[in-house]
């Protein structure tokens, strides 16, 4: 049995220790067959690292690395190439000037390895980068070869500051800028980071770039296909419920082949196949659901988003869209693509349940300060949904709702505000699991909230009156009578265990529920 590549994104590690590497030379042999410029984004841990660290065993020549793999016989080993790699994974950048030193660090790394000397502009990264290129070129009779990895990450360590990323972008900038100008002297540039930043903004007309982020064609050059699991993974992974592990961990989606997360799928063999959030756990979106806070967003929107093409591939710190950056760091992914227009329509959506699970815990603390409390809350729900007990239901959401502190409803009109209520309910109902269906069209209207979980099916109008008092004993419930009147249940009647109508009206003085009341639909 072949050991499993954990902690490591070197081709060299990899093959001298045995370990299990999934065969990427076939594509990596049609991006090489001739000069080119590639541009990749990919989540965080898709194993982007170990992509860039191939193609710099490749151009340097490394033949005994690629024994048995697809392009062994196909490529010309008497070829060297000078290979130029720039790694902004390690570390944390918190500055311009740290940024600087940083970068004539990593220049400098390159020329003790090459062999160059750049004297001439040692405290000028243009230019040093620049005579870097030139000298290298001239020194091994070979065109440069330029490998950029994790390019976005010094933006992103800064990405709660906005002043500060725009500075730190425009130091990129000033190190991106050179490789135009240096163009006659490049064999191939490959450039991979999370998110994709415009041209204009940070590569400063470097157009050549080919990106192929969403080209069908290099949809699984980073991530396990389901062939490989049930290949190269076979004896790793022997027993395991293909179905579930689908579930949990498969559905990223680049317009190709679906692929799992690497990192799953290695901690989930490492940990006895044990069902876990490994991926999401490496990286808290602490900044995402901040984000999604300050703008008041509609969370059950999250079920419905269609975008363009334009919304997926604009990334900027002056106007950061919450679904750029959630669907470009892994949250979401294309369901599927239509045309609407004469333009594509991207449909996008949670890949898994790892994902919505661990997604919508970060929702629900975000919203309502309530991880502490977040797992009882969640068991109260959950009970009350599988055996249909409504009491329970509404004592739970009001006990929620009484936990959210005053602090979350000052300077802003949250309590005002029906969408807070049906986030925070939709955030809940969503991290259980359940099938959610917001604005649940029918004949007759739509409905806030279709919750479906155990063979039970609950139809929920949320309302928000603004009175100083709660509505009086035994007055109508207006949102379960808006309900009834437009009859939004009959699409379901008949279907599963029961079909509940939910009327569910807060006070925005309160910030609470104070009329909760139902009607089971199949009687």
């Known amino acids: 049995m072949q050991n499993l590549p954990l902690a490591t994104s070197t081709l060299a590690t990899l093959r001298d220790n045995d370990m299990i590497y999934i065969d990427k030379t076939p594509l990596i042999a049609a991006m090489t067959r001739l000069p080119g410029r590639y541009f990749l984004s990919r989540p965080r841990r898709f194993g982007k690292s170990t992509l860039v660290d191939t193609f710099k065993e490749l151009f340097e020549g490394n033949q005994r690395l690629f024994a048995g793999l697809f392009i062994h016989d196909k490529w010309d080993w008497s070829r060297r190439f000078p290979v130029i790699k720039i790694d902004f994974a390690d570390g944390v950048i918190a500055s311009r000037a740290e940024l600087d030193r940083h970068i004539s660090t990593l220049l400098y790394d390159n020329q003790q390895r090459l062999g160059v000397v750049c004297d001439e502009f040692h405290d000028y990264i243009p230019g040093c980068f620049a005579d870097l290129i030139r000298k290298a070129k001239a020194q091994y009779g070979k065109k440069v070869v330029i490998l950029i990895d994790e390019y976005d990450k010094p933006i992103l360590d800064n990405i709660e500051h906005p002043d500060r990323a725009a500075e730190v972008r425009e130091g990129l900038k000033n190190l991106y800028s050179v490789m135009k100008g240096q163009d006659a002297h490049i064999q191939f540039i490959f450039m991979t980071g999370v998110t994709k930043f415009s041209k204009v903004s940070l590569f400063s007309g470097l157009n050549q770039l080919q990106d192929i982020t969403l080209d069908s064609h290099y949809a699984t050059i980073c991530g396990y296909t389901q062939n490989d699991l049930e290949s190269s993974f076979a004896e790793h992974l022997a027993g395991v419920d293909w179905e579930k592990l689908k579930q949990w961990y498969n559905g990223y989606n680049f317009l190709g082949e679906q692929v799992y997360n690497p990192y799953d799928i290695l901690l989930f063999i490492a940990n006895q196949h044990g069902y876990r959030n490994y991926w999401f756990e490496t990286g808290t979106p602490a900044f995402l659901v901040k984000l999604f806070r300050q703008q008041n967003y509609f969370l059950p929107e999250l079920e419905q988003i269609q975008v363009g093409e334009e919304l997926l591939n604009s990334f900027e710190i002056e106007r950061i869209n919450p679904i750029t950056l959630l669907f470009q760091s892994g949250y979401l992914t294309i369901s599927r693509v239509s045309e609407q227009l004469a333009r594509h329509v991207y449909h ?86 359940a099938t959610i269906i917001p604005e649940d069209i029918s004949n007759r209207g739509q409905v806030d909230l279709t919750v479906q979980l155990a063979g039970y099916t609950y139809l929920i109008e ?29 699409k379901y009647r008949g279907s599963g265990k029961g079909v509940f109508a939910v009327g569910l009206v807060f006070n925005s003085q309160l910030r609470q529920l104070v009329q909760a009341d139902y009607q089971l639909k199949d009687e």
């Open 348 to 433: 996008l959506a949670i890949p898994n349940q790892e994902v919505q699970q661990a997604l919508y815990d970060h929702f629900i603390d975000g919203y309502t300060d309530q991880a502490a409390h977040r797992l009882q809350l969640q068991t109260g729900l959950y009970d009350a949904l599988i055996k249909a007990d409504l009491s329970q239901l509404f004592i739970t959401i009001r006990r929620l709702f009484a936990g959210v502190p005053w602090r979350n409803f000052t300077n802003n009109d949250l309590a005002d505000d029906e969408g807070y209520y049906a986030s925070v309910l939709y955030a809940f109902f969503s991290s259980l699991n």
């Open 462 to 490: 949320i309302k928000v009156n603004h009175t100083k008092r709660p509505a009086k004993q035994g007055k109508p419930n207006a949102a379960l009578k808006q309900i009834l009147v437009k009859n939004y249940a009959e």
